[in-house]
């Protein structure tokens, strides 16, 4: 995998960030560059640091998560991005609004570990 890979982590405070923090400080040569819990600032924040990968928590607050989540892809279509998502609904909206991946809460972390790999590598 290339080197120095930089992650944005879209996910309200809680154990769910930390365990995603810890998770993705894991994985050789990517670096988590920032977090935030609402979609303005990461529409912000990924408009100046330009990041390789977006993990978004699909229960962000605010109805305007999709629709962000398609401006992301139309901005800055190299912007790799994972919608982690409760329920089957959810799992719907992300693969319209064009996630890279999307995968369940509750996964096993080596699934979630070789879905950011894959996408960093392409």
Do not use: F, N, Y
């Not at 993990?55 to 892809?73: F, H, M, N, S, Y």
């Amino acid at each position: 995998m290339v080197s120095h890979m930089l992650a944005l982590l879209v996910v309200k405070p809680g154990p769910l960030r930390e365990a995603l923090r810890t998770l993705m400080t894991s994985i050789p040569g990517v670096k988590v560059m920032g977090e935030v819990d609402d979609t303005s600032s990461a529409l912000k924040m990924i408009g100046e640091r330009r990041p390789d990968l977006v993990l978004v928590d699909a229960d962000i607050p605010g109805e305007e998560a999709w629709r962000t989540l398609k401006q992301v892809k139309e901005r800055w279509p190299q912007v790799r991005s994972v919608v982690l998502t409760d329920h089957g609904c959810q799992q719907q909206e992300a693969k319209a609004a064009h996630a890279d991946a999307v995968l369940q809460k509750g996964m096993p972390p080596t699934l979630l570990v070789q879905a950011i790999e894959t996408l960093l590598s392409k």
